[in-house]
Structures are given as structure tokens and as C-alpha cells.
């Protein structure tokens, strides 16, 4: 029978391998020159890299746990509670302004205390209807167990491999007492360490019915927030968890199931950290062109159908741009949108694609920008 780690005697004595760890060091140095960098920059592109930053982080933790949420909500509703400009804001129905909800309590209020009531608050966020999927579930409310104990499981009914059985509901209580006394009062632990331990003792504990990955990682976020004292966002965790799932999914196990020694945890939480790094270059770089491209034709008009295409091609436009896309998207006339297309590609701002016809696909001429490390 398995023995998992909230099972033994120094639980929740968490201890690990500080010269194992030599990754710190490094991964510290690089969350400090990001942070200085975008001090260099002015409010409204930090104000767009967080935006750019927050909405990716959003969107690839719910995808980690299965769940697609749609884009340009998730962008308008950060967008309008931070109260940044990006034009026409799209309707996001409850279930997105409860996730976002969430993850800006958590990174916006990062120096709030972390309460039993807040984390409520945030599960209750999560799942509006009271139902994970068309499963009704307790929420707002640490669970019961009334059907059965907490197991993550895969495979067919009847074959079922159960991955990890977290603790008795019974225990829950005194459990989480003890996390978020923790979280809140010891800060003799390194910041970022101190976020990928509770992530890990969080999702260890899963004290929810639902919703504790991403509650997890919020916890992680809101860490690493207080790490640089800071509640703009350039770097996403959960962007790079969700690149390696399968990974992160057999750390956790492997944890859980192994001692209290969570140095190989702690390795692959740093090690991803310093991935995620990376893809804030991307971000910040895709951040910068925007600003370049609207610096370029500053003097040149736009009306604002054109402007608000623009801004989604610049915000990285998924699939083909067709005039039909283009009339759905403006909410005008196909002569219309025809008109605007050639407009921008006889000024050379579009250009054409290969094929013709109305399968004439259309994307933003190349923005030459540059900018250093």
C-alpha cells in the first residue's frame, strides 16, 4: 500500500538540499534583471506587458487542468480591472470573470494576508454554477468527502490507476491552519523557494473538490509576487507548467509518494522558473513591436476598424484573416471590410496571401524593431 508524505510522522517538515539547489542563484539573478529592465520602460508598455503576461497566465493554467477559456475575454476582463485602454472590450461570461477574478486577488493584493475565507472566495470564483462541469460540487467550502475520499485518478472505469489519495476531509481543518500560518508568518525561507514549497504543500493538502491546481499556482504566483514586491506580472509559471504537463504532473507524483526531502521538486520548480523567464522575452518582445509599429505610422490615420484589426493582428491573431473574418470581427459590411483591407495594403501595412480569391488571406507587412538585453 502507498504511503504518501502527509502520512509520515515529520509532516509537514518539509527539508531539502540547499548545495543541491545551485540553481537559485541564477534563476534569482534573472527574475531581478527582468524586473530592472522593465523599470526601464515606461508606464503604458509595462501596463501592456502585464497585461500581455496576466492573460497568458490565466489561459494555460485552466488549460493545464483541461479547460479552454476564450482569449479576448480573458484579455478584456483583465483589461477593464486594471484599467487599461485596448478599444472595444469583449463581453467574458461569469466563469472567466471568476478566474480572473481570482488570479488579481492573488497577484494584486499579493501582500494581503493569506485567509481560509480568502481561499474560499477564490474557489467559490472558479466555479460559479456551483458544478465542475455538470458534477455538482462543494464550493466555497473546504470538501467532504460524503462520496468517497479525494483521489487523482486516470484510465477507463474498472481500470483506474489512482495517482495520489489526499488526506481525510477530517483532517482539513488543522491542516490548512497550519499552511497558512506558514504562508503568512515564515519568512526566514528564500521567497522563491517559499513559493515552490507551497505550491507543492498546497496541492498536497487539495483541500477542494475542484479548482486546486489552479488555486496552487495562483498561491505560487501571489509568493513570487511578494518576491519582488511587485504586482505587475512579466513572466508566466503557468505558461511553462502547462509546455511541460506531463513533467510537472510526474514531479508532483513522484513528491508525493516519495519523503519529506523535496529537493528533486524544488529542482524542477526552479528549473521551469528559469524557462518561464525565456518566454517573458517572448512577451516583452511582441509588447515592444506593437509599440514600434503604432510609433512608425503615428502620423498616418487610421479609422477605428482598422485600428482595432491592427491591434489583433499585433496581439498574435489565431488563424487566417480573411475579408469575411474581417467584415464578422468590425461588425461591418464585406465592401466595407474590403475597403479598410485595401486601404492598409495599398499603404503597405497588409500584405497578401498566396492564394486569391476569397480565401485571399491577409497579415501585417514585417515590423523591423530591435532592443537589448
Known amino acids: 500500500m502507498t504511503t504518501y508524505i502527509y502520512e509520515l510522522e515529520d509532516w509537514p517538515r518539509f527539508r531539502w538540499d540547499q548545495k543541491a539547489l545551485e540553481r537559485l542563484a541564477a534563476v534569482r539573478n534573472r527574475q531581478g534583471r527582468l524586473t530592472g529592465r522593465m523599470e526601464a520602460f515606461g508606464f503604458k508598455l509595462r501596463a501592456e506587458a502585464n497585461l500581455e503576461t496576466l492573460t497568458e497566465d490565466v489561459i494555460k493554467s485552466s488549460e493545464i487542468e483541461g479547460e479552454v477559456l476564450n482569449r479576448d475575454q480573458v484579455r478584456s476582463s ?3 480591472r486594471l484599467g487599461v ?8 461570461d461569469r466563469h472567466v470573470e471568476g478566474v480572473v477574478e481570482m488570479m488579481l486577488d492573488a497577484t494584486g493584493k499579493y501582500d494581503a494576508p493569506l485567509t ?6 477564490w474557489n467559490a470564483a472558479l466555479f460559479p454554477t456551483g458544478r465542475s462541469g455538470v458534477t455538482k460540487i462543494t464550493v466555497g467550502a473546504w470538501r467532504n468527502d460524503e462520496s468517497g475520499p479525494m483521489q487523482v485518478v486516470s484510465g477507463p472505469i474498472g481500470r483506474q490507476r489512482v495517482h495520489y489519495e489526499a488526506p481525510k476531509a477530517i483532517e482539513l481543518v488543522k ?3 497550519v499552511f497558512i500560518d506558514w504562508f503568512n508568518n515564515n519568512n526566514e525561507i528564500e ?16 483541500p477542494f ?6 488555486i496552487a499556482r495562483a498561491i505560487a504566483d501571489m509568493a513570487l509576487a511578494r518576491s519582488e514586491k511587485s504586482a505587475q506580472r512579466f513572466y508566466s509559471m503557468s505558461t511553462q507548467i502547462r509546455q511541460e504537463r506531463n513533467a510537472y504532473y510526474d514531479i508532483l507524483e513522484a513528491t508525493q509518494k516519495a519523503n519529506l526531502d523535496i529537493t528533486p521538486w524544488l529542482q524542477w520548480f526552479l528549473s521551469c522558473l528559469d524557462r518561464a523567464f525565456d518566454g517573458a522575452e517572448t512577451i516583452l518582445a511582441s ?9 512608425m505610422h503615428a502620423g498616418e490615420s487610421f479609422n477605428d476598424r482598422q485600428r482595432a484589426i491592427i491591434d489583433r493582428l499585433l496581439n498574435g491573431f489565431e488563424g487566417n484573416l480573411v475579408s469575411s473574418k474581417w467584415a464578422q470581427l468590425a461588425k461591418c459590411s464585406q465592401d466595407t471590410a474590403l475597403r479598410d483591407i485595401d486601404d492598409l495594403v495599398g499603404r503597405g501595412i497588409l500584405t497578401k496571401g498566396a ?16 532592443f537589448g538585453h
Do not use: C, Q
Request: proline letters at 3%; a positive charge.
Open 175 to 177: 491542516e490548512m491552519k
Open 116 to 121: 481560509s475565507d480568502r481561499l474560499f472566495g
Open 287 to 295: 509588447v515592444l513591436k506593437k509599440a514600434h509599429f503604432w510609433k
Open 355 to 370: 492564394a486569391g480569391g476569397r480565401s485571399t488571406s491577409y497579415s501585417l507587412a514585417e515590423v523591423a524593431t530591435s
Open 191 to 206: 521567497p522563491v523557494l517559499k513559493a515552490g514549497v507551497a505550491h507543492l504543500w498546497f496541492v498536497t493538502i487539495h
Open 78 to 80: 483583465i483589461a477593464r
Open 209 to 214: 473538490d475542484d479548482g486546486n491546481g489552479r
Open 85 to 92: 485602454d485596448i478599444g472595444a472590450l469583449t463581453p467574458a
